[in-house]
DNA sequence: GATGAATGAGTGTTCATTCAT
DNA sequence: TATGAATGAACACTCATTCAT
């Protein structure tokens, strides 16, 4: 019924699959079913299309990561509630994200365009609430001194490439979400007063 | 004099700052001031001189990991070092490592094509580098027991993520490259020999 | 609330203003502020708007030519008035008339579009009278003596490229109206009743 | 031989025949026996063949225009000539003439079309020379005393309708140079001293 | 080695027009 | 009356690539 919206869920595929520049207004089309003055109908241009996509991924992006309550919890509980969003949001629209994190590298080059402007948006939300978490951890003695500003690029690099490395899948990827937050707490975290205690490399092991 | 390499580096030049797709043959040619069929004399076709690029950068890279010298330095100091190569192949090949991070993932769904080779390549040599690394320092105390396939990839994920956000480089990364290797250092390693350090009890139920 | 008028007169302004093929029919019914299909339901097709515009145009220009006397007004005031008319009628519907001298030229090798019609209907009343005026002039002595057919098709061209000019206006006109009126009245009359005027004998032997 | 004169020839046919919006590239091309793209190499778009076509029919007008010498001829010999002349080149080359004076109008609206270019510089080249012979006229007693910039701006209009008009051609038009010419010249000119003499009407209609 | 000229196969996009509702 | 949706038929233009010279 609704022809915008299959438009729009068959460029999301054909992107994904194979880029935006071999995907072709006309191809679009003829998997709706529909002629290509259609696509032109209901969008202004390719690009907008694009845009449009692009949009609905920030939007769901910035909806999880609104879902972090870094008041009320720990800081290294929003911490890995962090990282985890950022492994399930591209199991949950991986072809928007697969468009995400594929097209737009060769697009940052252009301030103007829609990628520069949601990878800049994502990038200002994310830094701002890992800056908030790192300074309340440091703050409640629960983190080690660090560095917030360096430590926070970091961490986006991290989170950045490790969506990347999902879409990309050129292997299983099992543990490692499990593995970057042991790593990270690990790094950032002082051991808790009072339930610590002296480990030797080999109790760990057994 | 060198026609083909004047060729090769121009269009180094403008695949970084335009990408793959919105450099034509007959930009390249005329920047370089040949004529379009020139081109074509010196390199089969576009995609194989898009290939060249790709390669070149990719021995650059197996170079540099090809200096980490795993036997003879302590693993911290090998992964110190790995790190650091991640940041300063990016300012030694600018321009080519924007290639391969920019346009090559629009191009990794494709297994044939030379991003994709490339990529594993790079990928399988940076891999199991790592894995040596990880295994040496568990097996020397150096390293805490972790997952080793799962923090690699992890690793990997994060090196990526960083070379990344140096080309995008959309805001100043002073202190990066030190946050991350102390981040890893402290993430990694056991306290030094003859001493014990905190661990919580949480990590000790992992 | 009469929408036929208004798509008529926003088709007038969009026409003048950037000629027939620039603008489109969903141009017109935006700002009108009606759908495309709107202006279809109040006319046939696009031409035919532009046919109802061009046909008032003439029947403006005609119902000026209707008010010039010449039975009961001296020949020279017949042209006179002539000559005002088609400065005055620019200045009444300009854009109908910047329609009319623009976009007519360009289809005036149709012999049936409306263009060639308006103009054929237009080019033939105008002649009809100055031949009628001329002949009336030189009959009564008011006149010289000269080629009516001739002189009537010079004062056609004269008048439409006075018209043109004004339209186009690359720069201000003052006077020419007046000089106009003078040159023809130099050129056409004889010396008043009772004198005699001097002519070269380069005139008598044409 | 020489396609790109061969494509330039097309276009003129094709422009004058059609005009130019109803002229297509594929049609030119197909018409010349070439296919599309090689009108593209050849000029840079559409309008860069119809630009190349306007300053073609500028050139031969200003040439025709120079051969006017107002310095050694009689005033009103310059005149004439320059009447001449907007017959002859209409004669000369009818197709870019008609291009000229039908596309044209259209265009005038854009300050930066070649069509406004091209009318700007050939309307103050015959201002320039207007001015000069009605000056020079008007000095040496030849001519009668009246306003040059309005009777200049007239004359342009006049000269402007008459090519117009054989473009058109909606009849023939015998004698019209020559009444023109005549009618100038009555208008303009004072009787020669000492060569002319008393004429009543009917003495000029033997 | 290098070029001028050309091309096949597309590309996104436009626009007047239609038709079921 | 009027519209939302759609379309057929084109359009100017691009680009990697080829080939005779």
Redesign the pocket.
Known sequence: MN??QAILDTAVRLFAAQGYEA????QIAREVG?????V???FK???SLFSVILEEALNVYLQHLDAVDIETSTPFASLELLIRIHFSIVAEIPERMSILLRTCPARLEDPQSTCTKVYRKARSTLKTMLGKILEKGMASGEFAQIEINASANMLIAMLNGLMRQQIAAMETLDGVESATIAFCKKSLTNPEKGTSRYVTASEVNA
């Open positions: 022809k915008r995907t072709t207004t006309l529909v002629t290509e003055p259609a032109f109908y209901h241009n390719k690009e």
